[in-house]
């Protein structure tokens, strides 16, 4: 095996991380402070061909792959999770990569890629988070139309995207209870449609989270993503896929927290001398540095494998899984290593504290990954 990354790639990784060095800074804390969407940021990560980077090059993407996408999620993160998580946006443009009709792809693709309109997936329910089968929004067939009728909760993009993507009900007489969902693309403004922003939330503040209310909007046919009736097997695929990215944001996260601790703790000085000459905060950095690096290797052979048609959901959940956990405590430490000054806004690694946390609960809360693995053990 070979574990050495291409010119290429590294020319990815260099391209973003310079990009968040650059952009990042100026907009962290105002974004984080006052719940901001950077609207002009996420253009210009576009134009630099870092949004929805997987996008293949015949519809105006980058071509990066999932892995070449993964090592831009990572130099983003290790910058600004919160931030990182807004220029990453291709939230359900996924779907159309894996399962949409050419004519979806050649129409949507493209505007995503060059940051002319944003997606956003509309899964989750108030009621029906892990439990994706117990979604009940609604889409009946009116002719050649969908009527959709249902809430959605926890979107990422509610507020600010032009699409959706929605899983609903369309086959409500299946047999089975993973065969009554299909995804419908749906104009975010349609007529009945109503977006509330969630305010509040411990990190990612700049990202927009919102609860969107569909009452009685009308989509063409023609917007059915994949086959009727078999978007939870379609969104089964596309979580084992995406967990990817959320462990590629762990991994930039901790990686992050890593460098602002050792950046401190070499300049502050305790008793005399520099903090990071102390052998008990040496062994908290060598752990530190080892979990970091046992996360990088998880998430690239997980990302790798994707790119090669050989996605392994147990592997991908344990990845997904091992780097959340792993990002919080590695985040716990940096705060810990800066003391009294990790507790105040003046410095960074409080909110990238306050990020590691929803790594833990989005994309699968790393109880339903336990699941996911014991279940294929």
Not at 13 to 19: D, G, R, S, W
Not at 103 to 110: G, I, M, S
Not at 181 to 206: C, D, F, Q, W, Y
Not at 296 to 304: D, I, M, N, P, S
């Amino acid at each position: 095996m070979n574990y050495d990354l291409s010119d290429e790639q590294r020319m990815v990784q260099e391209t973003a991380y310079k990009f968040a060095t650059k952009e990042f800074p100026p907009l962290s804390e105002e974004c984080d402070r006052e719940e901001k969407y950077p609207l002009p940021l996420w253009k210009k990560a576009a134009e630099a061909g870092l949004v929805a980077a997987f996008i293949p090059e015949e519809y105006g993407g980058s071509g990066f792959g999932f892995f070449g996408f993964a090592l831009v999620v990572e130099q983003l993160c290790r910058v600004d999770m919160g931030l990182g998580f807004c220029v990453m946006s291709g939230f359900g443009s996924e779907n159309i990569v894996m399962f949409g009709t050419e004519e979806q792809k050649q129409k949507y693709l493209p505007l995503v890629a060059s940051g002319q309109a944003m997606f956003a997936g509309a899964y989750t329910e108030a009621g029906s988070g892990t439990d994706l089968v117990g979604a009940r929004t609604t889409a009946v067939k009116d002719g050649d139309e969908y009527v959709i009728n249902g809430t959605k909760m926890f979107i990422t993009n509610g507020t600010i995207c032009d699409y959706y993507v929605v899983f609903c009900v369309t086959n409500p007489t299946a047999e089975k209870a993973h065969n009554k969902h299909s995804l419908i693309i749906v104009e975010a403004n349609k007529p009945g449609i109503t977006k509330n922003k969630i305010h509040g939330k411990m990190g990612i503040r700049a990202s927009d989270t919102a609860e969107i209310a569909f009452e009685d909007v009308r989509v063409p046919c023609e917007n059915l993503i994949g086959t009727e009736g078999k978007a939870f097997n379609q969104l089964m695929h596309f979580f084992d896929t995406t967990r990817t990215f959320v462990s590629a944001q762990a991994l930039g996260l901790s990686q992050g927290a890593l460098d602002l601790a050792l950046q401190y703790v070499k300049e502050r000085t305790v008793m005399g001398k520099p903090l990071n000459k102390y052998q008990g905060v040496e062994f908290i950095l060598a752990e530190m540095a080892t979990r970091v690096e046992m996360m990088r290797l998880g998430t690239y052979k997980a990302a790798w494998q994707v790119d090669h048609g050989q996605m392994d959901a147990k592997f991908n959940a344990m990845v997904k899984y091992f780097t959340a956990e792993n990002a919080v405590w590695v985040c716990d430490k940096a705060l810990q290593l800066h003391g009294g000054y990790g507790y105040i806004d003046e410095y960074p690694v409080q909110r990238f504290y306050r990020d590691a946390k929803v790594l833990e609960i989005y994309e699968g809360a790393k109880e339903a990954e336990k699941i996911t693995i014991a279940r294929r053990l």
